[in-house]
Protein backbone atom coordinates (compact mmCIF):
# COMPACT_ATOMS: atom_id res chain seq x y z
CA UNK A 1 0.00 0.00 0.00
CA UNK A 2 3.06 2.63 0.98
CA UNK A 3 3.35 2.75 -3.46
CA UNK A 4 -0.45 3.95 -3.88
CA UNK A 5 -0.43 6.56 -1.47
CA UNK A 6 -2.44 9.89 -2.59
CA UNK A 7 -1.26 13.67 -1.91
CA UNK A 8 -2.78 17.17 -2.74
CA UNK A 9 -0.55 19.36 -4.17
CA UNK A 10 -0.76 22.89 -4.68
CA UNK A 11 1.00 24.47 -7.33
CA UNK A 12 1.34 28.56 -7.21
CA UNK A 13 3.09 30.66 -9.37
CA UNK A 14 5.98 31.72 -6.94
CA UNK A 15 7.02 35.17 -5.55
CA UNK A 16 10.30 36.43 -4.22
CA UNK A 17 7.82 38.41 -1.62
CA UNK A 18 7.49 36.19 1.16
CA UNK A 19 3.80 37.55 1.67
CA UNK A 20 2.44 35.03 -0.88
CA UNK A 21 4.07 31.81 0.66
CA UNK A 22 2.11 33.51 3.45
CA UNK A 23 -0.89 33.25 2.01
CA UNK A 24 -0.62 30.01 0.05
CA UNK A 25 -0.12 28.38 3.30
CA UNK A 26 -3.35 29.74 5.16
CA UNK A 27 -5.47 28.67 1.61
CA UNK A 28 -3.68 25.31 2.07
CA UNK A 29 -4.50 25.24 5.47
CA UNK A 30 -8.14 25.93 5.19
CA UNK A 31 -8.25 23.67 2.10
CA UNK A 32 -6.77 21.11 4.36
CA UNK A 33 -9.42 21.72 7.21
CA UNK A 34 -12.62 21.47 4.33
CA UNK A 35 -11.28 18.25 2.53
CA UNK A 36 -9.56 16.48 5.42
CA UNK A 37 -7.23 15.88 2.70
CA UNK A 38 -3.21 16.65 3.74
CA UNK A 39 -2.16 19.37 1.05
CA UNK A 40 1.34 20.28 0.11
CA UNK A 41 2.70 23.18 -1.70
CA UNK A 42 4.84 24.11 -5.00
CA UNK A 43 5.98 26.87 -6.87
CA UNK A 44 6.42 26.92 -10.72
CA UNK A 45 9.47 29.75 -10.15
CA UNK A 46 10.49 32.57 -8.11
CA UNK A 47 9.92 30.26 -4.34
CA UNK A 48 10.73 27.37 -2.58
CA UNK A 49 10.38 24.27 -2.91
CA UNK A 50 9.66 23.90 -6.42
CA UNK A 51 7.68 21.24 -7.98
CA UNK A 52 10.82 19.41 -8.51
CA UNK A 53 12.06 19.92 -5.01
CA UNK A 54 8.52 18.83 -3.67
CA UNK A 55 7.83 16.04 -5.98
CA UNK A 56 11.57 14.23 -4.95
CA UNK A 57 10.36 14.77 -1.32
CA UNK A 58 6.89 13.19 -1.58
CA UNK A 59 8.05 10.70 -3.49
CA UNK A 60 10.90 9.49 -0.67
CA UNK A 61 7.92 10.04 1.55
CA UNK A 62 6.03 7.26 -0.46
CA UNK A 63 3.73 9.24 -2.67
CA UNK A 64 3.19 7.65 -6.02
CA UNK A 65 0.12 9.75 -6.94
CA UNK A 66 -0.57 13.42 -6.95
CA UNK A 67 -3.96 15.45 -7.10
CA UNK A 68 -2.62 18.52 -8.83
CA UNK A 69 -4.41 21.55 -8.03
CA UNK A 70 -3.37 24.76 -9.48
CA UNK A 71 -3.44 27.92 -7.56
CA UNK A 72 -3.92 29.77 -10.47
CA UNK A 73 -6.89 32.20 -11.81
CA UNK A 74 -6.33 31.83 -14.93
CA UNK A 75 -5.13 28.74 -17.46
CA UNK A 76 -2.42 30.55 -19.23
CA UNK A 77 1.03 28.71 -20.33
CA UNK A 78 2.30 28.10 -17.30
CA UNK A 79 -1.41 25.49 -16.46
CA UNK A 80 -1.78 24.43 -19.98
CA UNK A 81 2.34 23.72 -21.12
CA UNK A 82 4.45 24.17 -18.22
CA UNK A 83 3.23 22.32 -15.37
CA UNK A 84 2.54 19.71 -17.30
CA UNK A 85 5.69 19.38 -18.91
CA UNK A 86 7.44 19.31 -15.64
CA UNK A 87 5.04 16.36 -14.10
CA UNK A 88 5.26 14.27 -17.28
CA UNK A 89 9.29 14.69 -16.87
CA UNK A 90 9.00 13.74 -13.06
CA UNK A 91 6.12 11.01 -14.04
CA UNK A 92 8.98 9.73 -16.10
CA UNK A 93 11.76 9.83 -13.72
CA UNK A 94 9.66 8.20 -10.48
CA UNK A 95 7.19 6.13 -12.01
CA UNK A 96 4.13 8.50 -10.34
CA UNK A 97 1.29 9.22 -12.08
CA UNK A 98 -0.98 12.56 -11.56
CA UNK A 99 -4.19 14.09 -12.56
CA UNK A 100 -4.71 17.68 -12.69
CA UNK A 101 -7.84 19.80 -11.37
CA UNK A 102 -9.26 22.72 -13.70
CA UNK A 103 -7.45 26.43 -12.19
CA UNK A 104 -9.86 28.72 -10.54
CA UNK A 105 -10.72 30.53 -14.26
CA UNK A 106 -14.30 31.97 -13.69
CA UNK A 107 -16.45 31.62 -10.43
CA UNK A 108 -19.36 33.92 -9.68
CA UNK A 109 -18.16 34.41 -6.05
CA UNK A 110 -14.80 35.98 -7.29
CA UNK A 111 -17.59 39.16 -7.95
CA UNK A 112 -18.53 38.80 -4.51
CA UNK A 113 -14.70 39.09 -3.16
CA UNK A 114 -13.80 41.93 -5.98
CA UNK A 115 -16.98 43.86 -4.71
CA UNK A 116 -15.63 43.59 -0.92
CA UNK A 117 -12.26 44.84 -2.36
CA UNK A 118 -14.12 47.91 -3.51
CA UNK A 119 -16.27 48.42 -0.73
CA UNK A 120 -13.02 48.66 1.70
CA UNK A 121 -12.11 51.51 0.06
CA UNK A 122 -15.33 53.31 0.67
CA UNK A 123 -16.39 56.43 -1.39
CA UNK A 124 -12.92 57.50 -3.41
Sequence with gaps: MRDNKKIVLMIAHGSRINETKYICEKVR?????LTGERVEIAYMELAKPS????????????????????????????????????L???CEKYGISYVM???????????????ERLQEIGDF
Design 88 to 90: NAL
Design 101 to 115: ARSIEYDRRLADILK
Design 29 to 33: DDLEG
Design 51 to 86: IEEKVEELYNDGYRRFVVLPFFLFSGMHIKSDIPEV
